[in-house]
């Protein structure tokens, strides 16, 4: 069989596509001892003309003969012009593009060993299937369900090579708090391993402090103790909020976006379509309702509180566990008392703390 001319690695998350193209890269530079025969170039490309000067050099880095006679590696990085950009789509870059993959087809792996990352990538287009069919190909990453488990291994082994361990809980709420940032996921993961010390446990208290809630605003304090019903909290976070100078607009919308979602949530635990057991919800359940009602959440597709579906699970189950759900009249009433209290805000803007505790005290006690 016929090695194959190049490795081309792709993905839609760069972190992870550029970390595995350099173990490839660093595995072929290790075998050629002249360091004028290794070379890496920069993709990144804003437009047709930086996607030319981009191929050209690579057209330069594969064509120039070896000083000493020996093989070459060359990385070709950072390939942003294979997305479903504007510039993807130009009529330059795909005249460039099809000049790329001839060069590619005349490699000659025993001359020249050739590494190309590129995130993200449109996979619908020749370029990338000639690829898979032609190259040592990797996809790695997924922006969909699988994305998420994809999220979790990646935690996982960064916390085993530290030499620590995380609990489901804590792995559970890290993920919800950094979002599907896979370089914030892993320096977090470094830090709170430091945190643990070699051999240590992460605990879910641990993240609660240790890492700031990057992927959206529903971990503030008063939307936290507010979803669990705890009115002496939330009337206490709601203090520390303004005497730190704090404004009500965040705490409303973080208030509404929790609701948002219990209310989706109670409606699937109400007619059955889920089940919220010791473990969290059911996620057989919850993946079979989310193939059934996903369409009608038509322009919501990216993570929202508006689509229950675009959720973390651990994180429902958490909203949905934390304490007794309430019912769908009380959970429908409470969205009418934050927008009563949006409106009361505009008439008394200075006395923001008193109109949200006000409004507390309405639907909590």
């Not at 490795?7 to 002249?34: M, S, T």
Request: charged share 25%; glycine share 8%.
């Amino acid at each position: 069989m016929a090695a194959q001319p190049f490795i081309f690695i792709c993905g839609p998350d760069d972190f992870l596509v550029n970390r595995l193209g350099k173990e490839r890269y660093d595995a072929l530079a290790a075998e050629v001892a002249d360091e004028f025969s290794r070379e890496v170039l920069n993709g990144l490309a804003n437009n047709a003309g930086e996607v030319e000067t981009a191929v050209n050099r690579f057209r330069q880095a594969v064509q120039t003969i070896s000083l000493f006679g020996g093989k070459r590696v060359v990385w070709l990085k950072d390939v942003t012009f294979l997305a479903d950009s504007v510039t993807g789509r130009g009529e330059g870059t795909l005249r460039q593009v099809e000049d790329l993959q001839t060069l590619l087809a005349a490699v000659n792996p025993e001359e020249v060993a050739v590494v190309i990352t590129a995130a993200p990538v449109d996979r619908r287009r020749a370029f990338i299937k000639w690829c898979e069919a032609t190259a040592d190909y990797t996809f790695i990453g997924d922006d969909g369900p699988a994305g998420a488990a994809m999220l979790e291994q990646v935690a996982l082994a960064e916390v085993a090579g530290q030499g620590a361990t995380i609990t489901p809980d804590a792995l559970g709420l890290l993920l919800a708090k950094t979002g599907p940032n896979t370089r914030l996921l892993v320096e977090e993961v470094h830090k709170l391993s430091t945190y643990a010390g070699e051999g240590g446990t992460i605990e879910e208290s641990d993240v609660e402090e240790l890492t700031p809630n990057f992927a959206e605003g529903d971990f503030f304090e008063a939307a936290d103790a507010f979803g669990r019903g705890d009115l002496s909290r939330t009337l206490a976070a709601l203090r520390r909020h303004f005497f730190a100078g704090g404004d009500a607009r965040p705490v409303i919308t973080a208030l509404q976006n929790r609701n948002r979602l219990l209310l989706q949530l109670r409606v699937l635990l109400d007619t059955g379509e889920v089940r919220l057991g010791a473990r969290g919800l059911d996620k057989a359940g919850f993946e079979r309702a989310a193939a059934a009602y996903t369409r009608h959440f038509a322009g919501a597709t990216e993570k929202s509180s508006f689509n229950v579906f675009t959720q973390n699970l651990w994180y429902l189950g958490k909203l949905a566990g934390a304490a007794k759900l309430p019912p769908l009249r009380r959970l429908i009433d409470n969205q009418q008392e934050f927008m009563a209290a949006f409106e009361e805000l505009i008439r008394r803007p200075a006395e923001a703390e008193e109109v949200l505790r006000e409004m507390a005290v309405r639907c909590l006690a």
